[in-house]
């Protein structure tokens, strides 16, 4: 009884190779675009081929099915995957790494191993290109872009999480933190909570009249306070406005006390 040939194990040991590069890539000091360039192929491909190889050994499926079951199941494996870990420890990026690693290695041996006890008569590979059918390429294109859209909304996700918990704080106090007095000074303040260090450009304005503007550094935790005159009934209101990266990023206003 004949056994698959040698040569059907090279995809499965480039799945598992590719699977290891991904998540060495995440801990190159790379570019974000770069990183999301080179790992946004293994996400969408590498796991779904893994467990379509552990599902259907060679010959039992077309290749049409095949390049379909590779999107949907890493698409399986990201949205059940991704809920598993959620609610069981909450989602960060070595958690992710760990499915991408567990899901493809796992899934390799599995196939592995029916690979060898699965008898077929020996045959030499085929050179041909793959020649899917029109309903193939359709539900693998739509299974792609399912894929991309579900990680776009997931990344906004992470990203609107990640802003919550990285900020800088602007505020406007009057005098003695009641309302504002005729020739009293206001306080503005500037507290940085980014988790690293940033330059600020703070402009104070009255009715549309910049009454100062100053750049300066903070470091993470730091904290500048500066100081205003308060407005008066009629001049109008007081306005902070903190830039950051050249486009506004903060905006606070104190308005005058009722006579």
């Known amino acids: 009884m004949s056994r698959l040939p040698r040569y059907h194990d090279r995809d499965l040991v480039l799945a598992g190779s590719l ?12 570019p974000d675009w770069v990183r999301t360039l080179l790992l946004l192929p293994v ?14 050994p060679p010959r039992y499926i077309t290749i049409g099915e095949r390049l379909t079951l590779v ?10 995957g991704g809920l598993l870990l959620q609610s069981a420890f909450g989602l960060d990026r070595g958690l992710w790494l760990g499915l991408l690693l567990a899901t493809t290695l796992v899934s390799c041996v599995i196939a592995q191993s029916r690979r060898d006890a699965t ?13 899917p059918g029109a309903v193939a390429i359709v539900a693998g294109a739509l299974a792609v872009a399912t894929c991309v859209a579900a990680i776009a909304v997931a990344s906004d996700g992470a990203q609107r999480q990640l802003e919550r918990s990285h900020f800088t704080a602007l505020w406007i106090t009057a005098p003695d933190a009641g309302p ?3 020739g009293g000074s206001a306080a503005i303040g500037v507290q940085n909570h980014e988790h690293r260090s940033l330059v600020y450009r703070l402009r104070v304005s009255r009715a549309g009249e910049m009454l100062s503007e100053r750049s300066f550094r903070l470091a993470d935790g730091g904290e500048r ?15 902070a406005a903190l ?12 308005k005058a006390a009722a006579p």
């Open 180 to 182: 504002a007095r005729p």
């Open 225 to 239: 306070q500066f100081s205003a005159a308060a407005p008066r009934d009629g001049n109008g209101a007081l306005v």
């Open 119 to 131: 008898p077929v008569e020996v045959e030499p590979p085929h050179r041909d290109l793959p020649r």
């Open 243 to 254: 830039f950051r990266d050249g486009t506004i990023y903060r905006r606070v206003a104190l």
């Open 19 to 30: 699977a290891i590069a991904g998540v060495l890539v995440t801990l190159l000091p790379l």
């Open 43 to 56: 996400l969408l491909l590498v796991p779904g081929y893994a467990l379509a190889a552990a599902i259907f």
């Open 71 to 80: 999107a949907v199941c890493s698409i399986g494996t990201w949205v059940l």
